[in-house]
């Protein structure tokens, strides 16, 4: 399967793919922190962004420049713009989410100084009816912004092609997901992870044309064996690919989730028109939210329900990140709506690296139960 693999190659070579990017187009490379991020402007600009994400190594670079309370993903991103691992970007960005991530922008910004960085606000209360009229103006001062630093304008024909390229990466991935609501899935939940993540540091065309060939080749292939218990998993941000291997090597599937590394990233589109800013403003405003944007009981709760019977999920698996507290809000409620609709669900507490051995027992567990329920 060329193009799983090279979304395979692209995930683990990540700062290589950016570098020969650079050097190849002669473009600058912005690195951003949250998927709020509107990367349709900086795309439109000529610029490739790029997620920032940890490596799950342990370290203690950052307890001097971070609370040691805040979640392990966000120091853990802070300590590879520390150790250098970032040091071909031209800059930064982040949306306003949670205060840990606003920290981890704030220590990047004063100890790994790049050219250019802008802290974008995003409504937190993105039901009221003016938060799409604030996220137009802000959207207009980052256009702004982006044009002083490039030196040239963001034009409409620009603003067009991203929403296109990125639009089109969006459908093609919904046509994956789609793959996976089969009997015995034909791409893994670890394959499908790295193809989400790759789009993340990927130029969108390049990613896209991958996709079509994914797209060729996923259903050719020949899936052996009875169908396995299938699951959905959710939580804290989670680009842990080991995790999924492993849960997929105890005999599961994953075929679905709600994580912001994965399917709210591109589950909804721009719907185009004539103010291109407009149109943009309303994705983000409209996308599946995550805590720190929504009540749980408001959008949350049904939009996760309707996922998990989408799909067929079996059971559950709940991730939290160590001190994540949007998401350790909405657990409860979550667990609660699990119960009463009678799917089973499995929580685990992340730090910077899975406790294998634990997390093996207790999944090994889950799946042993979901088999008897499912007989």
């Not at 604030?134 to 092609?161: A, H, N, P, Y």
């Amino acid at each position: 399967m060329e193009a799983i693999e090279r979304f395979h190659e692209v995930v683990n070579n990540r700062h290589q793919y950016a570098r020969e990017w650079k050097e190849r187009t002669e473009g600058k490379v912005v690195g951003y922190f949250c998927s709020y991020v509107p990367e349709e402007l900086i795309y439109a600009a000529g610029i490739l962004p790029v997620r920032i994400l940890g490596s799950h190594e342990h370290q203690n670079l950052t307890d001097t420049h971070i609370f040691s309370m805040y979640c392990p993903f966000c120091r853990d991103c802070l300590a590879q713009g520390l150790k250098g691992r970032y040091d071909y970007l031209d800059g930064i960005t982040t949306a306003h989410s949670c205060m840990h991530i606003r920290q981890t922008f704030d220590s990047w910004e004063r100890h790994v100084p790049v050219s250019y960085s802008y802290y974008l606000f995003m409504p937190a209360h993105v039901q009221s009816r003016h938060a799409q009229s604030c996220l137009v103006g802000e959207l207009m001062e980052f256009k702004r912004s982006l044009e002083k630093w490039i030196g040239t304008e963001i034009s409409e024909q620009d603003l067009d092609r991203a929403v296109e390229a990125y639009n089109t990466n969006r459908r093609l991935m919904r046509k994956v997901y789609e793959l996976r609501k089969s009997n015995t899935p034909p791409i893994s939940g670890a394959e499908a992870m790295e193809m989400v993540l790759s789009s993340m540091f990927m130029d969108k065309e390049e990613h896209n044309q991958l996709l079509n060939k994914a797209l060729e080749e996923l259903p050719k292939r020949k899936i052996e064996g009875e169908p396995r218990p299938r699951l959905m998993l959710l939580g804290s941000i989670n680009d842990d690919i080991e995790f999924l291997k492993l849960v997929e090597s105890l005999g599961s599937d994953v075929v679905i989730d709600d994580y912001c590394t994965w399917t709210r990233y591109f589950w909804n589109e721009v719907i185009t028109e004539a103010d291109r800013i407009s149109a943009i403003a309303h994705r983000y405003i409209n996308r599946p939210p995550c805590p720190q944007k929504d009540l749980v009981e408001r959008r949350r709760l049904p939009y996760i329900l309707n996922l998990a019977k989408e799909y067929n999920a079996q059971g559950v698996i709940i991730t939290l990140q160590k001190f994540c507290d949007p998401h350790e809000f909405d657990i409860p409620s979550i667990q609660a709506m699990f119960k009463e609709n009678d799917i089973p669900h499995l929580f685990l507490e992340f730090d910077v690296t899975i406790p294998a051995g634990q997390f093996r027992t207790r999944i090994e567990a889950f799946l042993e139960m979901l088999q008897i329920e499912i007989i």
